[in-house]
């Protein structure tokens, strides 16, 4: 059973970093992404890795503040998110690739997704 598990989401100032996880479980993946949801909005795209870590994606938004990682020891994907704002509030998931299609950025590229996990970045 395939299982994409997020955790380290949380309340933090403008300016704060938090680390997300997400540990993968049940199959191997060609590549995770995370992508977050403000309310009433589609899931937009964030980062994404190839499993092998030989490829990083961004969105613009997050470029240079946004780091994306893998552990594959523990099978973990990691976001590590410094100089928060409150635009980077809303829920953030991870998704995971099982085919390799090849567009990273896109919600279409993926086959499973987690529960998400909040993060809030207050003013």
């Known amino acids: 059973q395939v299982q994409l598990v997020e955790s380290g989401g949380g309340l933090v100032q403008a300016g704060g970093s938090l680390r997300l996880s997400c540990a993968a479980s049940?199959?191997?993946?060609?590549?995770v992404g995370w992508f977050r949801r403000a309310p009433g909005k589609e899931r937009m795209f964030v980062a994404a890795?190839?499993?092998?870590?030989?490829?990083?994606y961004y969105a613009d938004s997050v470029k240079g503040r946004f780091t994306i990682s893998t552990d594959n020891a523990q099978n973990t994907v990691y976001l590590q998110m410094n100089s928060l704002k409150p635009e980077d509030t809303p829920v953030y998931y991870c998704a995971a690739d099982a085919w390799g299609r090849g567009i990273p950025r896109s919600r279409n590229n993926y086959d499973y997704w987690g529960q998400g996990t909040q993060v809030t970045v207050s003013s």
């Open positions: 049940g199959r191997t993946f060609v590549a």
């Open positions: 890795i190839t499993w092998s870590g030989g490829s990083t």
